[in-house]
């Protein structure tokens, strides 16, 4: 069955320190990742994806096969990034009848300043 | 443009009544989901429509129904509501296929009703 974990329900880092918000998944074939976030009083919306491999709101995320991970990650934290993160895995687009999103439990992100 | 709306933001319902969630995607978009988005539980997948049929269906007893409008608009109905009901339930749209095939598979969600079972 496809899954996406995220371990931490909460985490909290200082202003300009490193962010890491994790995120692993199951699945048997080739998924595809993203992250969405939710800001306070916003509604849900995508973040980055994994196929796009771009940077936004300096944030990255690297999709490792290997290990089934797609960590979420910046280097110098900022106050606006407070906010839910949830990783989604969607399904190769190809896949007609398959096409949900299923998201983790989501990560509460607070930066102390 | 105006993204996906849903109606009412709110909803307060008794057990065993009915409720009736509507969504109202991007203009363009045919596919419209349903995600329900309980304390802790982060968002489970509930329906998706397209072109006006059910096309996929989350792991929900059959007393979570909907159906899709010819204007792609959609509502969700949840019959003999339970307490563990009380959600978020948050609708989202995307693209629509091109001769068959989807070219993203992004979504873009609502912003949410929130029903509350008593």
């Known amino acids: 069955a496809q899954r996406v974990t995220q371990p931490e329900k909460l985490l909290s880092v200082f202003k300009g320190a490193p962010v890491e918000l994790k995120c692993n998944y199951s699945y048997s074939g080739s998924p595809e990742l993203f992250w969405y976030v939710q800001y306070s009083r916003q509604r849900l919306q995508l973040l980055l994806r994994?196929?796009s491999r771009e940077s936004i709101k300096g944030f990255t995320a690297d999709l490792n096969k290997g290990e089934t991970s797609f960590h979420l990650k910046k280097p110098f934290a900022q106050e606006e990034d407070s906010a839910m993160y949830y990783c989604a895995l969607g399904y190769p687009r190809s896949n007609f009848g398959n096409e949900k999103l299923t998201f983790g439990t989501g990560t509460r992100l607070t930066i102390i300043p | 443009e105006a993204g996906v709306t849903q109606s009412p933001t709110h909803l307060i319902k008794t057990r065993g009544q009915q409720a009736t969630l509507r969504c109202s995607p991007i203009s363009g978009h045919t596919s419209v989901y349903w995600y329900q988005q309980a304390l802790g539980l982060g968002l489970q997948f509930l329906l998706w429509?397209?072109?006006?049929?059910?096309?996929n269906r989350g792991n929900f007893p059959p007393r979570f129904s909907g159906r899709q409008f010819p204007n792609y608009s959609s509502e969700l109905n949840v019959n003999a509501l339970e307490l563990e009901d009380s959600a978020l339930y948050l609708c989202?749209?995307?693209?629509?296929?091109?001769?068959?095939?989807?070219?993203?598979?992004?979504?873009?969600f609502g912003p949410g009703t929130r029903l509350t079972v008593l």
């Open positions: 429509y397209d072109e006006g049929e059910e096309r």
């Open positions: 994994h196929i």
């Open positions: 989202a749209s995307s693209s629509p296929r091109v001769a068959g095939k989807l070219l993203d598979n992004e979504q873009f």
